[in-house]
C-alpha cells in the first residue's frame, strides 16, 4: 500500500480508504443492519493489507456503522488507524453532541480523528453552524481531546467549497470526484494548496461506471481498476475511499492502489473511450447513495433512475422492461407512483430534479410495454 500526506495534519494515510458504508446488511426490510460475521472480516482484511483509513457516519448501516467498525479495530493499535466519521447538523446542538458521545462508545474509542459536519453546505455553515453554535461545539470538543481533526464532507457547487475551504476552520474535506464526476477538480487542487487533507468518495461512481460502460479495457484490467486509477493519478488527493463489500473488491482495490503512479497512454486512451460512452450521463447522474429514500410512496428512486440508464443511455435491452417489472413493478416502487411531493429534491445531493426525471422514467416504460405488445 502506498501512504500520502493528509494536507498538514502530519499524518500519512493509506492512498485507498475503507468506505463503511456499503457494508453487507441482514434483518427485515426497515429492521436491517450491518452482518458483523461478514463485514468485520472485510474491514479486517482491508486493514491487513495496508489501509489505515475508514470511514463512516452516524446514519451509515442503519445507525450500526460505528459499531461494525470499533469491533474491527478492536485490539490493533489505535495510533495507526485513522477513523473518520459524520454527523449532521439536522438535530438541536444537544442532541448534535450526544451523538458524539454515542459514536465514542460505539467505536469504544477516547478519539476520533477525523469528525465531518455531514453534508455541510456554504449556507448552512454561514446560518447555521456557526451562529447556533455547532462550530464552537467542534472546537470544544476537539479541546476536550475527543476529536483531533475538524474536517467537513460537502456535495455543494465547487465555488461553495471554495468558500469552506477559506473560513480555515477544517483540516480536511470529503468531496466526490470520479470519471464521472469531475466538477470538484479545482476545488480540490486549492484545498491541497491551503494544506488541507483530501478525501474523495464515489472513485468508482458507487459501482455505477462498471455496469454502465461496455469498455473493455486493455492491459488486463477491469473497469472499476481502470476507474480508481484515474482518481488515484490525481496527485492533490489524498486518500479515495472505496466502498467495498466483497473479499476480492477489497483485494483488487489494494492492488490497485499500491500501482498509483501516471497514467500509461493505453490507459489514458481507454479513459477518453469510457468518457465519450457516459458524456450524456450528466443530466441524470445518481450514484445510489440512497439519500432521497426512503420515499413515502414507496418509489425506489436509484434503482428506477438505474434500469432507466441502462436502457436508454447504454442500450441495454434485452428484457429491459421484463427486469423493470419483476424487480420493482412487484413491490409498487415504479417511478409512476410518484406524487411530486418534492421531498427527495433537498435530500439529492447531485441536485437531480427527481419528480421530473422521474416522469421521464414512466413515460419510456410505458411506451416501451405498448410497443412490446
Keep these: 500500500m502506498k501512504y500520502r500526506d493528509f494536507g498538514h495534519t502530519g499524518i500519512k494515510v493509506s492512498a485507498l480508504g475503507y468506505g463503511a458504508m456499503r457494508l453487507p446488511l441482514q434483518g427485515q426490510e426497515g429492521e436491517r443492519e450491518v452482518d458483523m460475521e461478514k463485514a468485520v472480516p472485510m474491514l479486517q482484511k482491508g486493514l491487513d493489507l495496508g489501509i489505515n483509513y475508514i470511514d463512516g457516519a452516524w446514519r451509515y448501516l442503519n445507525n450500526t456503522c460505528d459499531k461494525v467498525v470499533g469491533q474491527a479495530i478492536k485490539g490493533r493499535d489505535r495510533s495507526s488507524v485513522y477513523l473518520s466519521t459524520k454527523n449532521g447538523i439536522d438535530t438541536d446542538l444537544k442532541s448534535w453532541r450526544k451523538r458524539l458521545d454515542i459514536q465514542l462508545k460505539n467505536y469504544d474509542t477516547d478519539y476520533i480523528d477525523f469528525y465531518h459536519?455531514?453534508?455541510?453546505?456554504?449556507?448552512?455553515?454561514?446560518?447555521?453552524?456557526?451562529?447556533?453554535?455547532?462550530?464552537?461545539?467542534?472546537?470544544?470538543?476537539?479541546?476536550?481531546?475527543?476529536?483531533?481533526?475538524?474536517?467537513?464532507?460537502?456535495h455543494d457547487n465547487p465555488m461553495n467549497i471554495f468558500k469552506l475551504i477559506d473560513t480555515g476552520e477544517f483540516s480536511s474535506m470529503l468531496?466526490?470526484?470520479?470519471?464521472l464526476h469531475r466538477h470538484n477538480d479545482k476545488a480540490i487542487a486549492y484545498a491541497r494548496e491551503k494544506g488541507m487533507g483530501v478525501a474523495v468518495m464515489g472513485p468508482i461512481g458507487g459501482g455505477r461506471i462498471a455496469f454502465m460502460s461496455r469498455l473493455k479495457p486493455r492491459e488486463g484490467r477491469t473497469l472499476p481498476e481502470l476507474s480508481l486509477r484515474f482518481v488515484l493519478s490525481n496527485p492533490n488527493i489524498s486518500v479515495a475511499l472505496s466502498g467495498m463489500n466483497t473479499m476480492e473488491?477489497?483485494?483488487?482495490?489494494?492492488?490497485?492502489?499500491?500501482?498509483?503512479?501516471?497514467?500509461?497512454?493505453?490507459?489514458?486512451?481507454?479513459?477518453?473511450?469510457?468518457?465519450?460512452?457516459?458524456?450524456?450521463?450528466?443530466d441524470l447522474y445518481c450514484t445510489g447513495c440512497g439519500y432521497c429514500m426512503p420515499c413515502e410512496q414507496g418509489v425506489d428512486i436509484p434503482s428506477n433512475f438505474l434500469l432507466y440508464n441502462y436502457a436508454t443511455i447504454y442500450e441495454f435491452g434485452g428484457g429491459i422492461l421484463e427486469n423493470y417489472e419483476r424487480s420493482l413493478g412487484k413491490r409498487?416502487?415504479?417511478?409512476?407512483?410518484?406524487?411530486?411531493?418534492?421531498?427527495?429534491?433537498?435530500?439529492?445531493?447531485?441536485?437531480?430534479?427527481?419528480p421530473s426525471r422521474l416522469k421521464d422514467v414512466t413515460d419510456y416504460f410505458k411506451k416501451l410495454k405498448e410497443k412490446s405488445k
Excluded at 468531496?175 to 470519471?179: G, K
Excluded at 503512479?261 to 473511450?273: C, H, N, R, T, Y
Design 117 to 154: 459536519i455531514h453534508g455541510l453546505q456554504w449556507s448552512l455553515y454561514k446560518n447555521k453552524a456557526v451562529p447556533e453554535g455547532y462550530m464552537k461545539e467542534l472546537h470544544k470538543a476537539k479541546d476536550e481531546g475527543l476529536i483531533r481533526h475538524i474536517s467537513f464532507s460537502c
Design 175 to 179: 468531496v466526490q470526484y470520479n470519471l
Design 249 to 282: 473488491m477489497i483485494v483488487e482495490n489494494t492492488e490497485t492502489a499500491h500501482n498509483d503512479g501516471p497514467l500509461s497512454e493505453v490507459e489514458k486512451q481507454d479513459i477518453q473511450a469510457m468518457l465519450n460512452q457516459v458524456k450524456d450521463l450528466d
Design 332 to 354: 409498487n416502487a415504479t417511478a409512476d407512483f410518484c406524487t411530486e411531493c418534492e421531498e427527495c429534491i433537498e435530500k439529492c445531493p447531485q441536485n437531480i430534479p427527481i
